[in-house]
C-alpha cells in the first residue's frame, strides 16, 4: 500500500521532532535521493511505488553517487546537502527518514534493501531487520 504524501511527511516530522512540514520535506528529499543511487533494479522500484509519488520519483531519480556510501558517510553527505546541518542533526534527518520508508517497505522488502547496503545501514533504518 502506498502511503500518502501528508502521512508520510507527518510521520518524518513526527520521528524528526520537526518544527514545519517543510523541514520534514526536505530532509526526505535528501535522503531519499542519496538512498536512490544505492539502490537498483526491482527493490528500489518496489519501495518507490510504496512512497508517495513525489518521493517515488525522487528515489528513482537519485543523485549520483560514484561508489556505495558507508553508513557514515551516507551522513555526512546528507550534512553536506542539508543546509546548517550537522553531523548529528544529519543522523537524526537519516533515521527519520529512513524508518518511516522502513515501515512503508515492510519487513521483506527492507531486508532486500540492507542486503544492497553496506554493512550498518540497518541502524539508519531504525534497526529494521538487524542480525541478532
Not at 78 to 103: N, P
Amino acid at each position: 500500500m502506498t502511503l500518502r504524501w501528508e502521512a508520510f511527511l507527518d510521520r518524518v516530522r513526527e520521528r524528526g521532532e520537526y518544527e514545519t512540514h517543510g523541514e520534514a520535506e526536505r530532509a526526505a528529499r535528501v535522503v531519499l535521493a542519496l538512498l536512490g543511487a544505492h539502490l537498483v533494479g526491482r527493490d528500489r522500484a518496489e519501495l518507490a511505488a510504496r512512497l508517495p509519488e513525489t518521493m517515488a520519483l525522487i528515489l528513482l531519480n537519485p543523485l549520483q553517487a560514484v561508489e556505495p556510501l558507508s553508513p557514515e558517510r551516507f551522513v555526512r553527505a546528507t550534512a553536506a546537502w542539508i543546509e546548517g546541518a550537522g553531523e548529528q542533526t544529519a543522523r537524526w534527518d537519516v533515521g527519520a527518514v529512513l524508518s518511516v520508508a522502513a515501515e512503508a517497505a515492510g519487513e521483506d522488502l527492507t531486508r532486500r534493501i540492507l542486503l544492497q547496503l553496506p554493512p550498518g545501514y540497518d541502524l539508519l533504518f531504525g534497526g529494521h531487520a538487524k542480525s541478532t
